[in-house]
């Protein structure tokens, strides 16, 4: 059975710094892209990154781009979301799930397609920015 367990949310201080895994198990992990997607208190899902299957691509939303890092671990079944310079409206539900195929555009993904194209989501894992 395929599962994604998410992992390293909390509390962070404006600016700082805070590294989400993406735990996999019950499928071959290495044929799938994952993405990571949030999901901020009365808003819709977000597409904040996604990269693919051997972790050679990989892309971000604008609103992240240059303060998060997406990598992968294929051997350890495990994707890492390092995420930088964290602001406010960075707070969210952060979840990851698994696509058959690399989506270069994930930041302009409707929530619509979000759910539609990639499947098992995690139970999310919460991350606050306050002060």
């Known amino acids: 059975q395929l599962q994604l367990v998410e992992s390293g949310g909390g509390l962070v201080q404006p600016g700082g710094s805070v590294t989400l895994s993406c735990a996999a198990s019950g499928f071959a992990f290495d044929d799938y892209a994952v993405g990571w997607i949030r999901q901020a208190p009365g808003k819709e899902h977000e597409g904040v990154s996604c990269?693919?299957?051997?972790?050679?691509?990989?892309n971000y939303a604008s609103s992240v781009q240059g303060r998060f890092t997406i990598s992968r671990d294929n051997a350890k079944n495990t994707v890492f979301l390092q995420m930088d310079s964290l602001k406010p409206e960075d707070t969210a539900v952060y979840y990851c799930?698994?696509?058959?195929?690399?989506?270069?555009?994930?930041?302009?993904?409707?929530?619509?397609?979000?759910?539609?194209?990639?499947?098992?989501w995690g139970q999310g894992t919460q991350v606050t920015v306050s002060s």
């Open positions: 990269i693919s299957s051997s972790g050679g691509r990989r």
């Open positions: 799930a698994v696509a058959r195929h690399y989506y270069d555009t994930i930041g302009a993904m409707t929530a619509k397609a979000l759910k539609d194209d990639f499947r098992s």
